[in-house]
C-alpha cells in the first residue's frame, strides 16, 4: 500500500535523525548512504542498500540497524514479503527490539500467516506483557481465520485489463459508463521517466477507461478501454496527482495534489485538496479548497450526492494523536489521518469548518478513502481496527458526529493486504476497490471489481402427527407475508414435506392444516437481515384429533356463583374458534369445584356452571346437539393432595392454600365424538340420495320416482 498521502495513508513514517544516525562506525560510506536515502524518503533505494550493508559488516550494532531499517524500507515502500524475511532477521539479531518484532507479527499477517502470527504475538507478550497494538493484530489474526472460512456473496476478480506492475488505484464512477482512477505507472504519465523515490515508480496521474456494458444487463462489464491519461495540463502535473471524485453533473472534479505549492513549483508541504471545472472539454486550473492549506495534509475527497458535504481525510489539528512508539512518533507529536466532513452553503457560496467524524470512525491509526453511498452508508478505509490484515474496508450509517459501530466487510472484500478505496453500485450488488493483497495482484496495488451472487432464499420442512411423529402427506399449509396481503396455499408431498421460494427482507407467517387434525401453531421465519443465500427449515406438528380431555385455563365463578365473568366469557370465545373450525366434534364441558362445602353442594354448583359454559356457547350459535354439561362437584380433583377427606373435612380442606384449590376449580373439555353430523346435514344427504323404485316403475326422463 502507498506511503505517500495522497496516494494512500499508511503515514510518513519519519524516523527521527538521532535514531538514523544513532550507530557509529564500520560499512564506511554505504551505511551513511543508506541514512541519507531513508532520512530524504527514498525508501526503495534506502532498502537495497541497508541490504548489502548487512551482507558484509562485521560490527554487530550496524548489523542490527541495517536488518531494522532494511524491514522498515521494504515495509514502507509496500514490499510486505520481503519486509517479512528482514523483520525475522532483525529480531534474530536483536530479540529485545519490541519494534521490530511488532513489525514482524505485522508482517504475518499481511501474507496471512495467521497462526504464525498468533503464535509471535504470544510470544511478544509473554516477554513485554500487553501491548494494545500487539493485541490489536492478535484480535484481528483471530477474526481473519473465521471470516475466511465464512460464507459469503461476494466474488472478487482483479480488473487484469486497468491494473499492471505498478500501482493502480482509487477507481472513481465517471459519467454512466466510465472509470477514472489513479496510477503511478511508470514512462506513460505526465513526468515521463522520472521516478519517485518512495517507490522507485513514477508520479501518479489520473486515467480514464471507458466500459463496455452489456446491452441487456448493465451489470455485466464486458470490456474495459485502454486507460488513457486524463488531461495533460491542469489535472496531471509533474508531482502526485489522484483519487478524484466528482458532483452529480460530472462537471466539477475534486481531487488530491500533493507538494505542488502556492506557485505550482513543487515546493509545496503537504498534499491539499483542489477543485477544477469542466468547460467543454477542458478541466480548469485547479483551486485548493480554502480549509486545506500546506500546513497539514488533506486527501481523498467525496461529494455527497445533492453536493453539500465534502468527506475527505486529514491530520489537521483535531485529529487523534498516534500512540506513542520507540520507532515512530516517539515525542507523541504526529497525528493520525482521520476522516472529517465540511459542508458548502449554496446561499453563502462559501465551505464552512471541517468536522471530525468522531471516534466511532476515527482511531489512532489511519483512516480515508470515504464513500458516501446515497443511502446514507459510509465506507472507508481503517488500519486502527482489529481487521484482517493492513487497512481494512469498513461501513458505518449516521452524520455528522453520530455514527454507528463500523462494520468490517471481512473476507473476500478484506484481505490480509491494504483493502481501500471501495465504490459501490446504486443497487449494491456490485462495485470496484483497490488492494495490494499477497493472493491474486498482478502489481502492487491492483484495482478489483466485485459483484454479488444473487440473494437465494427457501424455505422447506415436514407436517408430522404430534403424537406419533408420523410423516403427514397432503398437509396443506398456508403463508402470509410482510410484503403484500397474498396469502400463499400449498400441500405436502407424498413424503410429508414442502419447499417454497422466499424473498429477501421479509417475514413469514405459516401454519398447517389436515382433516382429523387441529390447526398446527403459527410458525415465524424471516430473510430479514440474512446477506448470504440461506435455506431455511421449519417443521410443523399437528396434533390429531380424538377422544381427549383438556383443561380449558382462566374460566373462573365467583363464590357460590355460575354466572360468567367477562374475562371468563374472552376464554369461551377463543373456545368457539375452535368448535367452528371443527363441525365435526361433539364436545363435554365439565365444571369442577375444589373439596370445601358439602360434597352434593359442589355436585349442583358444578352442574350449574356448566350449563352456563353451554348456555353461553349456544348463544353464540353452536349447535346445541354437539354440547353436553356435566357437573363434577369435587369428585375429581386436579390437585388430591387437596382432598377434604377425614374426621374433619373443614380442618383437612385448610391444610391446602387457596392457589392450589383454585386448581381444583377449574373447567375441562373433552371430545366426544369426532364423527358429528349435524341433524340438518344428516338430513339434506339423506334427500340427496337416489330414491328406491318400485318393481316393473319406470322413470321417465326429467321426472322423479314417487315414493
Request: charged letters at 25%; proline letters at 4%; one cysteine or more.
Amino acid at each position: 500500500m502507498k506511503q505517500n498521502y495522497m496516494i494512500k495513508l499508511s503515514g510518513f513514517v519519519l524516523i527521527l535523525s538521532a535514531l538514523l544516525f544513532a550507530c557509529k562506525g564500520g560499512g564506511g560510506g554505504d551505511i551513511n548512504e543508506a541514512r541519507k536515502k531513508f532520512k530524504g524518503l527514498e525508501y526503495a533505494a534506502a532498502g537495497d542498500i541497508y541490504k548489502k550493508v548487512y551482507g558484509k559488516t562485521k560490527n554487530k550494532d550496524i548489523k542490527k540497524e541495517a536488518a531494522f531499517y532494511a524491514a522498515e524500507c521494504y515495509r514502507i515502500s509496500n514490499n510486505w514479503p520481503v519486509a517479512e524475511a528482514w523483520y525475522t532477521k532483525a529480531v534474530q539479531q536483536d530479540p529485545t527490539n519490541a519494534e521490530a518484532k511488532y513489525r514482524q507479527i505485522q508482517a504475518l499477517k499481511f501474507s496471512e500467516k495467521y497462526v504464525e502470527s498468533i503464535t509471535e504475538a504470544n510470544k511478544y507478550k509473554k516477554i513485554v506483557g500487553s501491548d494494545p497494538k500487539i493485541d490489536l493484530e492478535d484480535c484481528g489474526s483471530v477474526n481473519a481465520q473465521k471470516w475466511k472460512t465464512e460464507k459469503t456473496r461476494y466474488l472478487v476478480e482483479n480488473v487484469v485489463k486497468l491494473n499492471t506492475k505498478w500501482s493502480d488505484f482509487a477507481p472513481m464512477y465517471y459519467r454512466k459508463d466510465q472509470l477514472m482512477f489513479t496510477s503511478d505507472r511508470l514512462e506513460v504519465g505526465v513526468s515521463g521517466k522520472n521516478k519517485y523515490g518512495w517507490f522507485n515508480n513514477g508520479y501518479s496521474d489520473v486515467y480514464n477507461t471507458t466500459l463496455k456494458l452489456n446491452k441487456k444487463n448493465k451489470e455485466i462489464i464486458e470490456s474495459y478501454s485502454l486507460p488513457a491519461l486524463v488531461d495533460k495540463t491542469n489535472i496531471n502535473g509533474k508531482w502526485n496527482d489522484g483519487t478524484v471524485c466528482f458532483d452529480a453533473k460530472y462537471t466539477t472534479m475534486y481531487f488530491t495534489k500533493c507538494n505542488y505549492g502556492a506557485k505550482f513549483d513543487g515546493k509545496g508541504a503537504h498534499c491539499r485538496i483542489y477543485e477544477s471545472k469542466l468547460s467543454g472539454t477542458e478541466w480548469s486550473v485547479p483551486v485548493a479548497l480554502p480549509f486545506s492549506t500546506d500546513s497539514f495534509d488533506c486527501g481523498h475527497p467525496f461529494l455527497s450526492k445533492d453536493g453539500t458535504v465534502l468527506y475527505f481525510s486529514s491530520n489537521m489539528p483535531g485529529s487523534i494523536a498516534k500512540p506513542v512508539t520507540s520507532a515512530e512518533n516517539p515525542e507523541g507529536a504526529e497525528l493520525s489521518k482521520d476522516i472529517y466532513s465540511v459542508s458548502f452553503s449554496k446561499r453563502g457560496n462559501a465551505w464552512g469548518d471541517p468536522v471530525n467524524l468522531g471516534p466511532t470512525i476515527n482511531t489512532e491509526g489511519d483512516e480515508g478513502f470515504p464513500f458516501l453511498h446515497e443511502d446514507g452508508t459510509l465506507y472507508f478505509s481503517s488500519n486502527g481496527k482489529c481487521g484482517m490484515g493492513g487497512f481494512d474496508i469498513y461501513r458505518a450509517t449516521g452524520q455528522g458526529k453520530d455514527w454507528g459501530d463500523a462494520i468490517n466487510m471481512k473476507s473476500p472484500i478484506n484481505s490480509g493486504g491494504d483493502d481501500f478505496s471501495i465504490i459501490v453500485s446504486k443497487d449494491k450488488e456490485s462495485g470496484f476497490f483497490s488492494s495490494n493483497r499477497a493472493n491474486g495482484s498482478k502489481g502492487s496495488d491492483d484495482i478489483y471489481r466485485f459483484t454479488k451472487t444473487p440473494l437465494v432464499f427457501t424455505l422447506s420442512g415436514v407436517a408430522r402427527n404430534s403424537e406419533t411423529r408420523e410423516i403427514l402427506k397432503n398437509t396443506t399449509i398456508s403463508f402470509t407475508n410482510s410484503s403484500d396481503t397474498v396469502k400463499l396455499v400449498l400441500k405436502t408431498d407424498g413424503v410429508g414435506s414442502y419447499k417454497i421460494p422466499l424473498r429477501a427482507g421479509t417475514d413469514y407467517d405459516l401454519y398447517g392444516n389436515k382433516p382429523l387434525f387441529y390447526d398446527s401453531k403459527i410458525y415465524s421465519q424471516t430473510t430479514k437481515g440474512l446477506e448470504v443465500s440461506t435455506d431455511l427449515i421449519q417443521d410443523l406438528e399437528l396434533m390429531p384429533i380424538n377422544i381427549k380431555t383438556f383443561e380449558v385455563q382462566g374460566i373462573f365463578y365467583g363464590l357460590d356463583s355460575a354466572n360468567i365473568r367477562p374475562r371468563s366469557a374472552e376464554i369461551l370465545d377463543s373456545l368457539l374458534i375452535i368448535m367452528n373450525k371443527y363441525p365435526m366434534l361433539k364436545f363435554e364441558l365439565g365444571s369442577h369445584t375444589d373439596c370445601r362445602a358439602d360434597s352434593l353442594y359442589n355436585i349442583r354448583l358444578s352442574q350449574r356452571r356448566a350449563d352456563s359454559c353451554v348456555g353461553y356457547l349456544i348463544s353464540h350459535g353452536v349447535d346445541s346437539n354437539r354440547l353436553i354439561s356435566k357437573g363434577y362437584g369435587e369428585n375429581e380433583l386436579a390437585v388430591p393432595a387437596c382432598a377434604c377427606e377425614g374426621p374433619n373435612e373443614r380442618e383437612q380442606g385448610q391444610k391446602c392454600p387457596e392457589s392450589e384449590h383454585q386448581k381444583n376449580r377449574r373447567t375441562t373439555v373433552k371430545v366426544i365424538d369426532i364423527n358429528y353430523v349435524a341433524p340438518a346435514v344428516k338430513l339434506k344427504e339423506k334427500e340427496a340420495e337416489p330414491k328406491q323404485l318400485l318393481p316393473g316403475q319406470r322413470v321417465r326422463p326429467g321426472t322423479q320416482p314417487r315414493r
